[in-house]
């Protein structure tokens, strides 16, 4: 068994000897991004339409730097190279961002429902603290039952005879101590 080489045996991995790049997906999200809000940019339109005038300007009338003729063939192709490699970037972008917004809305339906759930709660405490606030006794039906409670009392006492001082007069001496 020690004759097989490292290649067929089967307990030891093989290592791969290609040259591998890792690339981190978010870094590339992130940068997809940045160059797809430059493109929907005005700034960007304007360096592009600056760019496109230098260009056929310098190829029309620069009788020494013409280095694209009439068609503009080597314009056409950096367009379409731009546009090559712009469109998947914001594709990504896009992808990235309806991504976001699925998480955003899942957040949101969560808090709706807690919301719902405590608005429900806080509904069913309020409508039994007024079932029980309309079991308690009031102020006014307490007064009510005391003045029966008196005018009971004042009928089952014996009225007292008058002894010709008045009631306010009974109070002013005493106050002052006679």
Same mark, same amino acid.
Request: aromatic letters at 8%; a positive charge.
């Given at each position: 068994?020690?004759?097989?080489?490292?290649?067929?045996?089967?307990?030891?991995?093989?290592?791969?000897?290609?040259?591998?790049?890792?690339?981190?997906?978010?870094?590339?999200?992130?940068?997809?991004?940045?160059?797809?809000?430059? *493109?929907?940019?005005? @700034?960007?339109?304007?360096? $592009? %339409?600056?760019?496109?005038?230098?260009?056929? =300007?310098?190829? !029309?009338? /620069?009788?020494?730097?013409?280095?694209?003729?009439?068609?503009?063939?080597?314009?056409?192709?950096?367009?379409?190279?731009?546009?090559?490699?712009?469109?998947?970037?914001?594709?990504?972008?896009?992808?990235?961002?309806?991504?976001?917004?699925?998480?955003? *809305?899942?957040?949101? @339906?969560?808090?709706?429902? $807690? %919301?719902?759930?405590?608005?429900?709660?806080? =509904?069913?405490? !309020?409508? /039994?603290?007024?079932?029980?606030?309309?079991?308690?006794?009031?102020?006014?039906?307490?007064?009510?039952?005391?003045?029966?409670?008196?005018?009971?009392?004042?009928?089952?006492?014996?009225?007292?005879?008058?002894?010709?001082?008045?009631?306010?007069?009974?109070?002013?001496?005493?106050?002052?101590?006679?």
């Amino acid at each position: 068994m020690s004759d097989l080489s490292a290649r067929q045996r089967l307990d030891t991995p093989r290592t791969s000897r290609r040259f591998q790049i890792n690339v981190d997906p978010e870094a590339v999200g992130r940068f997809s991004e940045s160059i797809a809000r430059f *493109l929907g940019t005005g @700034r960007y339109l304007l360096w $592009q %339409t600056v760019l496109v005038v230098v260009w056929i =300007a310098l190829n !029309l009338f /620069a009788v020494h730097w013409r280095w694209d003729p009439y068609p503009f063939i080597l314009l056409n192709l950096a367009f379409s190279t731009q546009a090559a490699y712009a469109a998947p970037l914001i594709l990504l972008a896009q992808n990235r961002q309806e991504n976001r917004d699925k998480v955003s *809305l899942e957040e949101d @339906r969560r808090r709706a429902q $807690q %919301t719902k759930a405590d608005t429900e709660f806080l =509904a069913r405490e !309020l409508a /039994a603290l007024r079932l029980a606030v309309g079991e308690v006794a009031t102020r006014d039906y307490l007064r009510r039952e005391l003045e029966e409670v008196r005018e009971l009392l004042e009928a089952l006492q014996p009225e007292k005879p008058p002894t010709g001082k008045t009631e306010g007069s009974e109070r002013r001496s005493k106050k002052s101590g006679s």
